[in-house]
């Protein structure tokens, strides 16, 4: 190997440790300015946290609030948007990838869907305050078409209104597109021969999806339905646009009841000058980032359990 040869490789040594070095660096400090804020965020809310505080409705006076309304709320909001958003994506998906023609008509179809994973969620919110709050006018909230008895969980009226059933479609609508091109991203990653292989057995193009290919794409699929989850569960905007209460002393009985969730009761007693509510805030933060680490161990787990069948 002669000098000429040797000086650019030496070069690119030098040059990929400088980049490992800024690579690091960079992480570093996201760990730092992170670790920062959660610390400042127990050492100012660890104190707020008790029983009563999980317990207990909203308050004005900072010492007797609590956030059981806006937790149940959460709970509730989020249950509905991952009933509605994980399915629909993944068959979404499984469409897309395993029976549309390639076409001008995916394309656009792909092209949009691509988009709307970047729209911002307060215009979602908007999309259902028009849709799913109103109905776009088509039925009077004066006179709601109803289905069911308001005694049960499952009651039901158009249009939905400010109800916990149309803050948990409006955020299907926030994570459907992510939820979509994860789903999609997992099906491209099973290989083909394993299609093939099961076409050769004589199997049909469905026996082929259910059997093989979407036990396969499953826990990759689960990682993209954790990362959905999380933008759900943080999510304010969309909920403040479609009515989300702000002040609420009661919890959902219904799908039509009205509803409160973490984020906007964070959003208000942070907007508040006195430090008390402060505090109550970041005690509420730290509830909400142990209800985020719930959510996504069950998507974990079940990641886990649909793993071991095509690992053994």
Same mark, same amino acid.
């Given at each position: 190997?002669?000098?000429?040869?040797?000086?650019?490789?030496?070069?690119? #040594?030098?040059?990929?440790?400088?980049?490992?070095?800024?690579?690091? %660096?960079?992480?570093?400090?996201? &760990?730092? $300015?992170?670790?920062?804020?959660? &610390?400042?965020?127990?050492?100012?809310?660890?104190?707020?946290?008790?029983?009563?505080?999980?317990?207990?409705?909203?308050?004005?006076?900072?010492? +007797? /609030?609590?956030? #059981? %309304?806006?937790?149940?709320?959460?709970?509730?909001?989020?249950?509905?948007?991952?009933?509605? %958003?994980?399915? $629909?994506?993944?068959?979404?998906?499984?469409?897309?990838?395993?029976?549309?023609?390639?076409?001008?008509?995916?394309?656009?179809?792909?092209?949009?869907?691509?988009?709307?994973?970047?729209?911002?969620?307060? $215009?979602?919110?908007?999309?259902?305050?028009?849709?799913?709050?109103?109905?776009?006018? %088509?039925?009077?909230?004066?006179?709601?078409?109803?289905?069911?008895?308001?005694?049960?969980?499952?009651?039901?009226?158009?249009?939905?209104?400010?109800?916990?059933?149309?803050?948990?479609?409006?955020?299907?609508?926030?994570?459907?597109?992510?939820?979509?091109? /994860?789903?999609?991203?997992?099906?491209?990653?099973?290989?083909?021969?394993?299609?093939?292989?099961?076409?050769?057995?004589?199997?049909?193009?469905?026996?082929?999806?259910?059997?093989?290919?979407?036990?396969?794409?499953?826990?990759?699929?689960?990682?993209?339905?954790?990362?959905?989850?999380?933008?759900? &569960?943080?999510?304010?905007?969309?909920?403040?646009?479609?009515?989300?209460?702000?002040?609420?002393?009661?919890?959902?009985? +219904?799908?039509?009841?009205?509803?409160?969730?973490?984020? #906007?009761?964070?959003?208000?007693?942070?907007?508040?000058?006195?430090?008390?509510?402060?505090?109550?805030?970041?005690?509420?933060?730290?509830?909400?980032?142990?209800?985020?680490?719930?959510?996504?161990?069950? /998507? &974990? $787990?079940?990641?886990?359990?649909?793993?071991?069948?095509?690992?053994?």
């Amino acid at each position: 190997m002669t000098i000429g040869h040797t000086i650019p490789i030496a070069r690119r #040594l030098r040059h990929d440790r400088l980049m490992l070095a800024a690579c690091l %660096a960079a992480t570093t400090l996201a &760990i730092a $300015v992170l670790s920062a804020l959660l &610390i400042s965020i127990f050492v100012q809310g660890f104190s707020s946290l008790d029983w009563h505080f999980l317990s207990s409705f909203a308050s004005r006076k900072a010492a +007797n /609030a609590g956030i #059981l %309304a806006p937790l149940m709320g959460s709970l509730w909001v989020c249950t509905i948007c991952g009933m509605v %958003a994980i399915p $629909v994506g993944i068959a979404t998906a499984i469409y897309l990838e395993e029976y549309a023609r390639r076409s001008r008509l995916r394309s656009l179809i792909q092209l949009n869907i691509s988009n709307l994973s970047g729209v911002p969620s307060i $215009v979602y919110g908007i999309l259902a305050l028009a849709a799913f709050g109103r109905c776009f006018g %088509a039925i009077s909230s004066d006179d709601p078409w109803t289905l069911g008895s308001p005694d049960s969980v499952f009651f039901v009226q158009f249009p939905f209104g400010r109800s916990v059933l149309a803050g948990g479609l409006t955020l299907a609508l926030v994570i459907l597109p992510i939820m979509i091109i /994860a789903a999609q991203e997992a099906l491209r990653a099973v290989p083909v021969s394993l299609r093939q292989a099961a076409l050769a057995l004589g199997s049909t193009k469905w026996q082929v999806v259910w059997k093989v290919t979407l036990p396969s794409a499953l826990p990759t699929m689960m990682t993209g339905a954790i990362l959905s989850m999380s933008r759900a &569960i943080g999510e304010a905007a969309p909920l403040l646009v479609i009515g989300g209460v702000l002040l609420l002393f009661s919890v959902p009985d +219904n799908l039509m009841s009205d509803f409160t969730v973490l984020p #906007l009761q964070i959003y208000n007693w942070a907007g508040r000058p006195q430090d008390d509510f402060h505090r109550i805030a970041a005690a509420a933060i730290i509830v909400q980032l142990v209800l985020l680490l719930g959510f996504n161990s069950v /998507a &974990i $787990v079940i990641r886990q359990k649909l793993q071991r069948p095509l690992q053994s």
